[in-house]
């Protein structure tokens, strides 16, 4: 091996980093346009290869390589930098977290120590969900997958000392990370963090830095690899808006930004290229990826936890910009104070880093088994928040209750089509009256429970849409009407807005199918028994299970904001297609007229018991509004 030693530094490497953590950051952000900036961790894996085969056949050229100095270097290059993160985390952790999501922040530590967090992180989440957002350790799976490759990856070398022989095994690893790609399943994201999945991306950086010091890379012109070269990474770049969780799966596609990379790595640049990722700024960024990519997850984490507090918000613009630049700036203040200090250190200094890092190392261990053991550490929530949370619990608890007494009972359309011929009907009917049939999804179940609350001396049925489509439930319940003529006081119908709102889009097209639907039946049902469309209510999206009482000023508001400009255009929509087809409709939002501020926690106990449903007290709170409503009450006569 007679290459010459490698630079520590190629400046477009560098500038490849930095567009590949920005487009983590950016993803995670939820920046729009930035759908495929996950594969920035692919790149990620590469560059790392690459570099790190780099050096290692500069060593060997040398005769300098040992794997004592390999493994020194990775020790200095990262630990130090992870375990600040992970103290700095941990402190914030223990002071804004729940206890069951602290128990499972733990675990999560506990692995990352033990470089296994790519698995436990496959086990406990979907990576593509809206909770992962929250898990302050999540994107450290990629670390543990890139240490447990650098493990092996030095004695490897120490006995196979030829590049013909290196070469031989990154193949047969690669191809072995191929074929268990090829095997895995694409149902669940777990595949997303395997080692075996995953190990291809590393070696092919290796075998780039293998093929970069042979001469087979001189065949083609000088001219014709440069615009091989931009082209790659202008294709890469144009990757990034259009990439999604159907392409981070292993498979072919999770593979193009993989080989892109490797062009753009093989290849020579055009001047233009290396000029503008030689831009000082995004030099800076390149050099600090590292940092920037370690404190992005928890800082974005921890932001959402205070601001948001539920995966189902929408940040504002700024909010989102801020947080970018927050950790773009926070990495950057890292890899100056903490991770480039430490990688010069020699001498006594350096041991006593590495003595400082495996104790705190410890520390956290054994205080990550102390959490789990006490469950959490219960006893550090002040009272306060203890008795929030119980009032949550007994909230959550009654979210699905169903009302029942006397003449309060949810019916069927068979057992609704025969009510002549029903006993209880009949007597609840002589009773109290005829009844008020309330129908639609799980929201007509909250209005049933609210009207059964509030009206004890009233007969209410409920026949609810379970599994049934709209149109369906619509068509039937037209059809029992019809035929049966059941003597009814009226008949409720009320759905809820999120039956048509997807990823906080208004899926309109469909709204309008659906309603139509509805609507045909109803101008039937109309001319048989009194029909009244009850709106949507609000939902205010806070999962109350995540509901924090320890990070202070609860900011939920931003979710409840979304929440209630997409019902109120929903419940704007189906007053007008309504009044079209002369239809009566009521809006349930202007009769509740909720307010967050002073609705949502009630000295009587949440009024929502989880992100969309009533609680009882929410039932009997919104139930009395419902039925002192002058136009309800003229129906109810």
């Given at each position: 091996?007679?290459?010459?030693?490698?630079s520590n530094?190629?400046?477009e490497i560098?500038?490849m980093?930095a567009?590949?953590?920005?487009?983590v950051?950016?993803?995670?952000?939820?920046i729009?346009?930035f759908?495929g900036?996950?594969?920035g961790?692919?790149?990620f894996?590469?560059?790392?290869g690459?570099?790190?085969?780099?050096?290692?056949l500069?060593d060997?050229?040398?005769?300098?390589?040992?794997p004592?100095?390999?493994?020194?270097?990775?020790v200095?290059?990262?630990?130090p930098?992870?375990i600040?993160?992970?103290f700095?985390?941990?402190?914030f952790?223990?002071?804004?977290?729940l206890?069951?999501?602290y128990?499972k922040?733990?675990?999560?530590l506990?692995s990352?120590?033990?470089l296994?967090?790519?698995?436990?992180?496959?086990?406990?989440?979907?990576?593509f969900s809206p909770?992962?957002?929250f898990l302050?350790?999540?994107?450290?799976?990629?670390?543990?997958?890139?240490?447990q490759?650098y493990l092996?990856?030095?004695?490897?070398v120490f006995?196979m000392?030829?590049?013909r022989?290196l070469?031989?095994?990154?193949i047969a690893?690669?191809?072995w990370?191929?074929?268990?790609?090829?095997?895995?399943s694409?149902e669940?994201s777990?595949?997303?963090?395997?080692?075996?999945?995953?190990v291809?991306q590393?070696a092919?950086?290796?075998?780039?830095?293998?093929?970069v010091?042979?001469?087979m890379?001189t065949e083609?012109r000088?001219n014709?690899?440069?615009?091989?070269?931009a082209?790659a990474l202008a294709?890469?770049?144009?990757?990034i808006?259009?990439?999604?969780?159907?392409?981070?799966?292993?498979?072919?596609l999770?593979l193009?930004?993989?080989?892109?990379?490797?062009?753009?790595?093989?290849l020579?640049r055009k001047q233009?290229?290396?000029?503008a990722l030689?831009?000082k700024?995004?030099?800076?960024?390149?050099?600090a990826?590292f940092?920037?990519y370690?404190?992005?997850?928890p800082?974005?984490?921890?932001?959402?936890i205070?601001i948001?507090?539920?995966p189902?918000?929408?940040p504002?613009a700024?909010?989102k910009?801020?947080?970018?630049?927050?950790c773009?700036?926070?990495?950057?203040?890292?890899w100056?104070?903490?991770?480039?200090p430490?990688?010069r250190l020699r001498?006594?200094?350096?041991?006593?880093s590495?003595?400082?890092i495996l104790a705190s190392?410890?520390l956290?261990?054994?205080?990550a088994n102390r959490v789990i053991e006490?469950g959490?550490?219960?006893k550090?929530i002040?009272?306060?928040?203890?008795?929030?949370?119980?009032?949550?619990?007994?909230?959550?608890a009654?979210a699905?209750l169903k009302m029942v007494?006397?003449?309060a009972?949810?019916?069927?359309?068979?057992?609704l089509g025969t009510?002549k011929d029903?006993?209880e009907f009949?007597?609840?009917?002589?009773t109290?009256?005829?009844?008020?049939l309330?129908?639609?999804?799980s929201?007509?179940?909250?209005?049933?429970?609210?009207l059964s609350?509030?009206?004890?001396?009233?007969?209410?049925?409920?026949?609810?849409?379970?599994s049934a489509s709209?149109?369906e439930?619509a068509d039937?319940?037209?059809?029992?009407?019809?035929?049966?003529?059941?003597?009814?006081?009226?008949i409720?119908?009320?759905l809820?807005?999120?039956?048509w709102?997807?990823?906080?889009i208004?899926?309109?097209d469909?709204?309008?199918?659906?309603?139509?639907v509805?609507?045909?039946s109803a101008?039937?049902?109309?001319?048989?028994?009194?029909?009244?469309w009850l709106g949507?209510?609000?939902?205010?999206?806070?999962?109350?299970y995540?509901?924090?009482?320890?990070?202070?000023?609860?900011?939920?508001?931003?979710?409840v904001?979304?929440?209630?400009?997409?019902?109120i255009?929903?419940?704007?929509t189906l007053k007008?297609?309504?009044k079209?087809?002369?239809v009566?409709?009521?809006?349930k939002i202007?009769?509740?007229?909720?307010?967050?501020r002073?609705?949502?926690?009630?000295?009587?106990g949440?009024t929502?018991?989880?992100?969309?449903h009533w609680s009882?007290?929410?039932e009997?709170?919104f139930g009395k509004r419902?039925i002192?409503?002058?136009?309800?009450?003229?129906?109810?006569?």
């Amino acid at each position: 091996m007679n290459s010459a030693p490698a630079s520590n530094h190629i400046r477009e490497i560098d500038g490849m980093r930095a567009i590949a953590v920005l487009a983590v950051v950016l993803y995670h952000a939820s920046i729009r346009g930035f759908n495929g900036g996950f594969f920035g961790v692919d790149v990620f894996f590469v560059i790392s290869g690459f570099v790190i085969t780099r050096k290692t056949l500069s060593d060997l050229s040398s005769g300098e390589f040992s794997p004592f100095e390999f493994y020194r270097r990775r020790v200095r290059r990262i630990l130090p930098a992870v375990i600040v993160i992970l103290f700095v985390t941990t402190f914030f952790a223990h002071k804004w977290l729940l206890p069951v999501d602290y128990m499972k922040y733990s675990e999560t530590l506990k692995s990352v120590l033990t470089l296994t967090s790519n698995r436990q992180i496959a086990r406990e989440t979907n990576y593509f969900s809206p909770d992962t957002a929250f898990l302050p350790l999540a994107h450290l799976w990629s670390l543990a997958i890139e240490e447990q490759f650098y493990l092996v990856f030095p004695i490897v070398v120490f006995f196979m000392n030829t590049k013909r022989r290196l070469a031989i095994i990154l193949i047969a690893v690669s191809a072995w990370s191929l074929i268990s790609m090829i095997l895995s399943s694409t149902e669940t994201s777990a595949p997303y963090f395997s080692t075996s999945n995953r190990v291809a991306q590393l070696a092919f950086g290796g075998l780039c830095a293998l093929f970069v010091s042979s001469k087979m890379h001189t065949e083609l012109r000088a001219n014709i690899k440069t615009i091989i070269n931009a082209v790659a990474l202008a294709v890469l770049l144009l990757l990034i808006p259009f990439y999604s969780a159907k392409q981070a799966v292993p498979s072919i596609l999770s593979l193009v930004p993989v080989g892109l990379t490797c062009i753009f790595i093989v290849l020579p640049r055009k001047q233009i290229i290396v000029s503008a990722l030689s831009f000082k700024p995004i030099q800076i960024i390149g050099r600090a990826s590292f940092s920037i990519y370690l404190v992005h997850q928890p800082l974005l984490a921890f932001s959402k936890i205070l601001i948001y507090g539920t995966p189902y918000s929408m940040p504002t613009a700024i909010e989102k910009s801020a947080m970018v630049v927050g950790c773009v700036l926070t990495g950057v203040v890292s890899w100056r104070l903490i991770e480039e200090p430490v990688r010069r250190l020699r001498g006594k200094l350096e041991i006593v880093s590495v003595v400082a890092i495996l104790a705190s190392a410890v520390l956290l261990y054994v205080h990550a088994n102390r959490v789990i053991e006490t469950g959490g550490y219960p006893k550090r929530i002040p009272a306060s928040a203890a008795e929030t949370l119980a009032r949550r619990d007994i909230a959550m608890a009654s979210a699905e209750l169903k009302m029942v007494r006397d003449c309060a009972y949810e019916t069927s359309f068979a057992d609704l089509g025969t009510s002549k011929d029903n006993a209880e009907f009949q007597r609840c009917t002589n009773t109290y009256g005829p009844p008020i049939l309330v129908a639609g999804d799980s929201h007509a179940e909250d209005l049933f429970n609210a009207l059964s609350i509030n009206l004890p001396e009233r007969f209410v049925l409920g026949v609810y849409r379970h599994s049934a489509s709209h149109a369906e439930f619509a068509d039937e319940l037209s059809k029992t009407i019809t035929i049966s003529k059941p003597n009814l006081q009226v008949i409720l119908f009320t759905l809820e807005a999120s039956t048509w709102i997807d990823s906080n889009i208004i899926q309109i097209d469909q709204l309008k199918i659906d309603t139509k639907v509805i609507l045909d039946s109803a101008v039937q049902i109309q001319k048989y028994e009194k029909f009244v469309w009850l709106g949507p209510q609000i939902e205010p999206r806070i999962d109350l299970y995540g509901f924090n009482p320890l990070v202070g000023i609860v900011r939920e508001l931003n979710t409840v904001r979304m929440s209630e400009q997409l019902s109120i255009q929903v419940d704007k929509t189906l007053k007008r297609l309504a009044k079209k087809s002369a239809v009566a409709y009521l809006s349930k939002i202007e009769i509740v007229k909720f307010d967050y501020r002073k609705d949502f926690d009630i000295p009587e106990g949440f009024t929502y018991g989880d992100r969309t449903h009533w609680s009882t007290v929410g039932e009997k709170v919104f139930g009395k509004r419902i039925i002192d409503d002058p136009r309800i009450q003229e129906l109810l006569k």
